[in-house]
């Protein structure tokens, strides 16, 4: 007896349906990762050069215009946390369904019948993991320090503004 185990066949698992969730969660969980490294390098940008509100802009508008590119993707980490393990989970359902399949095609509840089809519903219940538990830690992250910076350049308008009516009263 010869054992053909290989990661491969174990996410791919010789079915269209596990093969489809398993590319699915691959393909969802490498758009994750280059969301985070953006992430990353739009933050190190950001504390080499900080953002700041200049007096003379348009106070209403610059707040949001600035926060703009660190909420940018932020909605697909949130989806893909919340989906991923859903996904892998179908596809655990459907690997539990293929190892009952192999049991009535077979006759037999032998551990060779059963164990590819739950493997593979492991396999993909790992994706789904894979995939969400990052980009949960990241969406909780990136949206924490956009919400600071979000704070704390509302806080600057605020100031501002205070000060630009306290100068135009004393110009009176």
Known sequence: MTNNFSLLSLFTGGDIMTLFISL???????????IIIEKIRLWRGARRNPVRIQPNDNLD???????RPYD???WFLSMLSYVGPFVGLF????????????????QSVSI??????LATALGTTALGL????????????????????????EDSRKEMKSAIKIEKKSKK
């Open 24 to 34: 699915l969660l691959v393909a969802a969980s490498v758009v994750s990762w280059a």
């Open 61 to 67: 508008l610059v707040v949001d215009r600035l926060i």
């Open 72 to 74: 940018r993707n932020l």
């Open 91 to 106: 596809g655990t359902i459907w690997g539990v369904m293929d190892s009952f399949a192999s049991i009535g095609v077979n």
């Open 112 to 117: 060779g019948v059963i164990a590819p089809g």
């Open 130 to 153: 894979i995939a969400a538990v990052p980009a949960a830690v990241a969406y909780q992250y990136f949206t924490k320090k956009a919400d600071d910076l979000y704070d704390t350049l």
